[in-house]
């Protein structure tokens, strides 16, 4: 592919999106697109560096990948790659998944980041894909460039970008269990200096858990003004909402699973469904001074809401039938305003980057509840429920608190080329960060922390050919601990280590792309239960991870196209106080694997039609998040077909099945009485035109 240069953030975006083109004065693409490859990814050192000149394991999965496989779901998306494992969803409300076995923050979900700002803190609901790009996992600690996470990776989601040539598609979907999905893609120029951009999604339907239902709906528009040949500002906008009930899944009588259906469910529709909302802004001006260094500058502002009435698994009683619930409401709110400058440039073989970012986060919760008794038990039999009972509509506060977080933080990165083989990259951050928890249930008292950490992280890379990429990695990481102690005391922040190696090797004709990697993380600081008092806990657990893991993507023979992902993944406590040191961490299997393979045809007439399937495997886990136990979740291999039909380059059917052998499985579990079920054979039939 070859690329005329004119605007950094032009170039940027064409990488990112091969058909892409700016007005014809400001780039031209040249080029068939690499099918499931990509060249780079910006979310990694924030500049343009090939994957291949990367000290760390980077997969992006592209828009034509995801596309085969028919994902419209961010976690099915995430399946595609090494080293992911899902994790307990908070009744479906959000996306979980580890990272080398490390999870990120339970409370909202799991890191990921939208076009390189956070976007998962707060309560941001199902992440949809009708604005997505690509998808970039990036492996190994971030610290170094974004600051607090986790060491295992991080996903940085690339949103599509406004187009100055015109692009209209409207798409209609159907699925099991009555499911309709409306899409709309639309893009084209205002004027010769702006186009814009709206993506759009409306998705209704029941689901194989007994009488639930769910709606949710995103607008996504965006806009980009190129202010001068060396200006451009652009702004996006994503408005979501979900509606869909809260539901902690099934349970694992005396710890064995299947003695009651996956679709049979423990709550009660009367609660109706938990609403999720959430928007977001990301405003970003990009100027290319003329001695070729530039200026990066972006803001981002997120607000969102989760709120309801939920019913919840509390105790299977000794009978192993009548199951104890709890009813609860929530409200839970947050505002997250984020904002970063970043100076590029090159001086001799160092290609520089300077910034400074923060943001302010505020997390509002409130939740009631009504613990059962033997008074009233609001129990169910989970073998012959009855729904409708008499509901506590009493319920008192267990939660009443304001978290306030302020961040700033300098950073600078310097990627070297030493030679013609050799390339380095070093980075360092230093961060300050205030958090302050107001507890509204003790009177309003408050705990503050502060702390100041360095960030910093090396790589190195040899590549005695033109193929083959050798690189070695090591760096540290961040995670502010929320809460109080027995003594109303601040936690001190999760720390980790992580060290990484790896070869990289593309094939001759550039088709086909494989990474290996393996790593050694080890986390600190992981909160555990104080012996002196279980309500209450201590900074003084700690974890560890290490593994293998295999990427391959790309045409491993004319017009086939191969997804190839596989992990050993060893991830253990190795200090608690309640979890047995050695005990593996919960939903992370030893070993997972993933494979998709899609042939396409011409047929006559220029028409043209593709064929695939693939399969998921999933180890065995640990099943129980909070305590010692045995209780472990099966492991399980799902398959899946696809394929699609254009008899012109305007229209395009795809039929899809996912789950294709109707497998019983749990992808993932927090305790024995709540445990996600996996979606049994779902079959989906797409049409899309473009106008």
Wanted: with cysteine; charged share 20%; glycine share 8%.
């Amino acid at each position: 592919m070859s690329v005329v240069r004119s605007s950094r953030l032009a170039v940027c975006i064409a990488a990112a999106y091969p058909f892409f083109a700016f007005a014809d004065d400001v780039v031209e693409i040249v080029g068939a697109r690499q099918a499931y490859r990509s060249l780079s990814a910006t979310g990694a050192t924030k500049t343009e560096t090939d994957l291949k000149d990367l000290p760390q394991s980077a997969r992006v999965l592209t828009a034509d990948m995801l596309q085969d496989a028919g994902v419209s779901r961010f976690a099915d998306a995430l399946d595609m790659g090494s080293g992911i494992s899902r994790q307990s969803n908070f009744g479906g409300v959000w996306d979980a998944y580890a990272v080398r076995g490390f999870t990120g923050d339970p409370s909202y979900g799991s890191d990921f980041m939208v076009n390189g700002f956070s976007s998962s803190r707060g309560y941001n609901g199902l992440r949809d894909s009708v604005n997505v790009s690509s998808i970039e996992i990036l492996k190994g600690p971030a610290a170094a460039l974004y600051g607090r996470g986790e060491p295992g990776g991080i996903i940085n989601i690339a949103t599509k970008k406004p187009l100055f040539q015109p692009s209209y598609t409207l798409s209609q979907s159907l699925s099991t269990h009555d499911t309709w999905r409306t899409a709309a893609d639309l893009t084209g120029p205002v004027s010769e200096t702006v186009a814009y951009r709206l993506n759009a999604a409306y998705e209704k339907g029941n689901s194989f858990r007994d009488t639930l239902s769910s709606k949710r709906h995103m607008v996504s528009p965006s806009v980009i003004w190129r202010l001068s040949d060396n200006t451009t500002l652009s702004y996006e906008l994503e408005a979501f909402e979900q509606q869909a009930y809260f539901d902690r899944g099934v349970v694992a009588v005396k710890g064995v699973l299947g003695l009651i259906p996956n679709s049979r469910f423990l709550g009660e529709n009367a609660d109706g469904p938990m609403t999720v909302k959430s928007t977001g802004h990301q405003l970003f001006v990009q100027h290319d001074f003329v001695n070729g260094w530039s200026l990066q500058s972006g803001l981002s502002y997120r607000s969102s809401q989760m709120v309801g009435f939920s019913t919840e698994a509390s105790a299977l009683q000794s009978d192993g039938r009548t199951l104890w619930r709890q009813r609860r409401f929530r409200d839970f709110s947050a505002q997250d305003w984020s904002g970063r400058v970043e100076l590029l440039g090159k001086v001799g073989a160092h290609h520089l980057l300077v910034g400074v970012d923060g943001y302010r986060f505020i997390d509002d919760r409130l939740q009631l509840r009504k613990s059962p008794n033997a008074a009233a038990p609001y129990a169910i039999d989970i073998y012959a429920p009855v729904y409708g009972g008499v509901r506590p509509t009493v319920l008192g506060p267990s939660i009443d608190t304001r978290e306030q977080q302020w961040q700033t933080a300098i950073y600078a990165q310097d990627q070297v080329d030493l030679g013609s083989q050799w390339k380095a990259l070093l980075g360092v951050r230093r961060d300050s960060y205030r958090q302050t928890i107001t507890n509204y249930n003790r009177s309003g008292l408050q705990n503050r922390q502060s702390l100041e950490t360095t960030s910093p992280r090396a790589g190195i890379v040899y590549q005695p050919d033109k193929q083959v990429s050798l690189y070695a990695s090591a760096g540290k990481s961040f995670r502010p601990n929320s809460g109080i102690g027995i003594n109303n005391e601040s936690f001190q922040a999760e720390t980790s280590r992580a060290y990484e190696a790896g070869v990289k090797f593309d094939t001759a004709d550039g088709k086909i792309s494989s990474t290996l990697a393996v790593y050694s993380i080890k986390k600190e600081n992981v909160l555990t239960v104080n012996p002196a008092d279980t309500n209450f806990s201590l900074a003084a657990g700690e974890v560890g991870s290490k593994g293998v893991e295999l990427d391959v993507a790309g045409e491993i023979a004319r017009k086939l196209q191969l997804s190839l992902s596989y992990a050993y993944t060893d991830a253990k406590v190795l200090r608690d106080n309640v979890l047995a040191v050695g005990g593996r961490l919960a939903n992370v299997p030893k070993q997972a694997a993933n494979v998709l393979l899609v042939q396409e045809f011409g047929l006559a007439g220029g028409a043209r039609a593709s064929f695939g399937g693939g399969a998921n495997y999933v180890g065995e886990r640990n099943g129980d998040v909070a305590i010692s136990s045995t209780f472990k979740l099966p492991a399980y291999t799902t398959a899946k077909l696809v394929s699609s039909y254009s008899p012109s380059k305007k229209l395009r059917i795809s039929l899809d099945v996912d789950n294709l052998f109707d497998k019983v499985y749990y992808p993932s579990s927090y305790q024995q009485t709540w445990v996600a079920p996996g979606e049994d054979r779902r079959v989906t039939l797409k049409v899309e035109y473009k106008l």
